[in-house]
């Protein structure tokens, strides 16, 4: 099984659309949990991380399920310049590593 | 201003050739990253270290070497044994301790010719 698997998408939505990215991990010991945009031919930008609680940034909300093991990021009323890959990403009890995600890709469309 | 900077934006490569791709930061962070990013894949960790003087391989450390002489510095050099070098090298640092976000260069695009 893989370690975290995304759709890849692409996600093609109008403006103003909302959109929802799913992201299961097998690691259940798992600890830390984030969302990283990453522009075409650049590198990743940490979008927000993820509290078991949920947590919410603008237009951006981001839920764990540790039961389900997986997380998840919803984009509300989509601009333009949302148009980037999101990266899921994770890292393990007492580790520096992070393991990515492929990511998936979102275009949004005039 | 604080950042991470990777040089060169491109780099190209002959057979047979080692080379160095840079990565320095001032952001005082003492943990330093270097990731392979190939197309429509994830990234995946070359080497990574958590203190001066010391470091760690990742997943895919064959072929590549490093070294952490100093705090803001940790070059990455692609040896001749890397039989397939050419990606996107990305660079990242971060504060001590696990689970801890990690913040990217802007990465090098290295290409065989």
């Known amino acids: 099984r893989k370690e975290v698997e995304q759709d890849p998408g692409p996600f093609n939505v109008p403006e103003g659309a909302t959109v929802a990215f799913n992201c299961t991990y097998s690691?259940?010991?798992?600890?830390?949990f984030f969302w990283y945009r990453q522009d075409c031919r650049k590198e990743p930008k940490l979008l927000m991380s993820v509290y078991s609680s949920g947590n919410e940034d603008g237009r951006f909300t981001a839920q764990l399920n540790r039961a389900s093991q997986y997380i998840s990021l919803l984009i509300r009323d989509s601009k333009l310049s949302d148009s980037a890959t999101y990266l899921c990403v994770y890292s393990g009890a007492g580790s520096y590593q992070l393991t990515f995600g492929k990511g998936t890709k979102l275009s949004v469309i005039p | 201003d604080g950042g991470i900077t990777q040089s060169p934006k491109y780099l190209f490569r002959k057979e047979g050739q080692n080379v160095t791709l840079s990565c320095e930061q001032n952001l005082n962070h003492d943990a330093m990253y270097w990731y392979r990013q190939d197309p429509g894949q994830g990234l995946r960790l070359i080497y990574y270290?958590?203190?001066?003087?010391?470091?760690q391989k990742g997943d895919i450390a064959e072929g590549y070497s490093v070294s952490r002489e100093k705090k803001e510095s940790f070059p990455l050099t692609v040896t001749s044994a890397q039989k397939n070098p050419t990606a996107f090298y990305l660079c990242a640092s971060s504060i001590s301790g696990d689970g801890v976000t990690q913040y990217f260069g802007p990465g090098t695009r290295l290409l065989v010719l």
């Open positions: 690691n259940s010991a798992s600890q830390s």
């Open positions: 270290s958590q203190i001066v003087n010391d470091f």
